[in-house]
């Protein structure tokens, strides 16, 4: 069913832990994204960010509220974690802090797995989608032999091998200088608004922000009344 | 694959080192193998080769050293031959003796002392099979101490000479002797301590009373009981796979062995799961990540189940090659033999076992927490 908006959170809240070490990483969390649309989420650690990447990528299950991406319910399809899965690798990419390539494949191969993994088609190729972030000439290079840029490149090139709908970029720029940082979000909201991909990335890099569309800040486990 | 095949380039030190422990351990497991196969054989061989089904011992015979202890008269051949189901039942004497050639060489000979027209006659791939009270037939391996067809031996102490006038087609020994197959009335002659210098002769042997042998070989229709033939002739009755226990020594070589080849088998599976379980907790950021990028525990445990296949199936084989280029070069005398089936049966194991181990330790691939992949949550 093709639907605009691409993430719904309403009223999410998860609890983690026990007794007096109980702690509350999403308090009645809210948040919207419609797609081509790229969010920036700031707060400082420990607010709740990666969790709300985790609870949006259905790697976490919240204890209420409702969470839909691309018009599925998250707590229905939870009901089989084959499902669950299944949904997860061909709608959801995900971008991982300094690209946490396999260290055993080169870049190429990084995203032939993922292709593999998704059963994508066997004539996959996966030089234009690394064309289209600039390390084509480093497709049989191995992420020892990528710089911090280049291997974050690649894993925003993995991230959008099945054509998710919904993208999570978890502090894309936390081993980046500053230029490189700007490379980086700049070609995630290129990317973004040309694959018309809902994207949320979790930052610390307040200067990164001007790419964003629009900027939510988390503080323990809320969501900023300016930012929602 | 895909991932396993990449990995095992990428880390070849790691794994080669692993590899390399692997192929020491089937080496071993060839050379143990193969000792344990010469062994048998050594052991063995003689009664391996006779067309028995079982061994009639004397009652109450202690089963160690069984075939030189018993004593069995011709009453009790007799009753065993009229059991309905028995195709043949023949006496044989045991024992061992030693021997001097005729240019000095002294050899050691277990005597098996059979009725030269019986079903127990070996056949022969030199010379002539069974025949007269001198005549004897020995093993092929006795060549390698220089007997030939027309060599006389002259038994030490009662200075009996007899003649060799054929060789078994294959190896026949019994408690790592040769055997020398020959005329019942002539073990009879040497048993009893009747026999004389020079060669035996008819004369004695009509003189002789003594109408005894070690153990009745028997050979029986299948579903033959016998418990009933053992009632009735005061025997105690082993297969032909039994008997081997009472071969000098066999025992406590087979076990001794088998419990090395246990050890093995035991130390394969520890190291590989050990190597796998350090490699897995290596890997195991890795693996959350593919986790969260979609990878199922199931394809995530076929990939790593694959690369512990792949270096247990190549190395071993490649310790396989190293143990059976390593065993043809050993010398004659060494009880060792490559045979295909105990090398392919430990091949085997050393595989599945060690597979067995890697799969313990790559279990815990199922219990990583894709999360774990997040930042905030490492």
Redesign the interface.
């Known amino acids: 069913m093709p639907t605009t908006t691409a993430l719904s959170l309403r009223e999410v809240t998860l609890e983690l832990g026990d007794g007096d070490s109980k702690v509350r990483p999403l308090d009645n969390v809210s948040l919207e994204i419609k797609r081509g649309e790229f969010v920036g989420v700031i707060g400082p ?2 607010a709740g ?3 709300l ?2 609870v949006a ?1 259905a ?2 299950t919240p204890d209420s509220g409702v969470v839909n991406v691309l018009g599925q319910d998250l707590a229905k399809l939870a009901q089989s974690q ?1 499902k669950l ?2 949904f ?3 709608s959801i990419g ?1 971008v ?2 300094s690209g ?1 390539l ?4 080169n870049a190429a ?1 990084q995203l ?3 292709n ?3 059963k994508g088609p066997s004539s996959f190729d996966p030089m234009p989608l690394l064309d289209a972030v600039g390390v084509a000439h480093k497709a049989k290079n ?1 992420p020892r032999q990528l710089s911090g840029g280049e291997r974050q490149r690649v894993g925003i090139a ?1 991230a959008f091998v ?1 054509n998710p709908g919904l993208l999570l970029v ?2 894309p720029t ?1 081993a980046l200088d500053r230029q490189r940082s700007q490379q980086v979000v700049a070609l995630l909201a290129e990317q973004c608004h040309e694959r018309d991909v809902a994207t949320i990335m ?1 930052t610390h890099d307040h200067d990164v922000l001007g790419h964003c569309d629009r900027v939510v800040e988390m503080i323990d486990g809320r969501l900023s009344p300016a930012a929602s | 694959m895909f991932l396993a095949l990449r990995e095992l380039k990428f880390a070849r030190g790691r794994f080669g080192l692993m590899g390399a422990v692997v192929s020491l351990i089937a080496v071993l497991m060839v050379m143990l193998s193969g000792l344990s196969s010469g062994l048998v054989n050594d052991g063995v061989s003689g009664l391996k080769s006779l067309p028995v089904t079982a061994f009639a011992f004397d009652e109450g015979t202690k089963t160690d050293n069984a075939f030189s202890r018993s004593v069995v008269d011709s009453e009790q051949v007799e009753t065993w031959q009229s059991q309905v189901g028995i195709t043949h039942a023949e006496p044989v004497g045991a024992g061992m003796t030693n021997a001097t050639t005729e240019d000095g060489t002294q050899i050691d000979l277990s005597l098996f002392g059979i009725q030269p027209d019986s079903f127990l006659v070996p056949d022969v791939s030199e010379g002539e099979t069974l025949e007269g009270l001198a005549g004897i037939v020995v093993s092929k391996t006795a060549k390698n101490d220089g007997l030939d067809v027309g060599t006389v031996i002259t038994l030490d102490r009662i200075d009996t000479e007899l003649e060799v006038v054929g060789f078994t087609e294959g190896q026949a020994t019994f408690g790592h002797v040769d055997m020398a197959y020959l005329h019942l009335d002539t073990w009879r002659l040497i048993a009893s301590g009747a026999a004389q210098a020079g060669i035996p002769t008819q004369e004695q042997v009509d003189a002789l009373d003594f109408n005894v042998a070690s153990v009745i070989a028997v050979q029986a229709e299948d579903g033959f009981d016998f418990s009933t033939a053992d009632l009735a002739a005061a025997t105690e009755t082993v297969s032909l796979q039994e008997s081997f226990n009472s071969s000098p020594g066999y025992e406590a070589e087979t076990l001794t062995l088998s419990m090395i080849q246990v050890f093995l088998y035991a130390i394969c599976a520890l190291v590989v799961g050990a190597f796998f379980t350090v490699w897995t907790i290596q890997r195991q950021h890795e693996l959350a990540v593919l986790r969260a990028l979609g990878a199922s525990g199931r394809y995530l445990l076929r990939d790593s189940l694959t690369q512990a296949s792949i270096l247990l199936v190549a190395f071993t084989s490649i310790g396989v090659g190293i143990g059976i280029a390593l065993g043809t070069a050993m010398p004659d005398g060494m009880p060792f033999a490559l045979e295909v089936t105990p090398i392919l049966t430990s091949s085997i194991l050393t595989i599945a076992l060690g597979l067995v181990g890697a799969a313990v330790a790559i279990l815990r691939i199922t219990r990583i927490d894709p999360l774990t992949a997040l930042g905030g949550q490492r």
């Open positions: 650690s420990g960010k990666s969790t990447l985790a990528g790697l976490a084959g899965a299944k997860r690798l061909r995900f991982f802090q946490n396999i260290p055993a494949l191969d032939r797995l993922v593999k993994i998704s191995l993995r099945t978890d502090e936390a979790v």
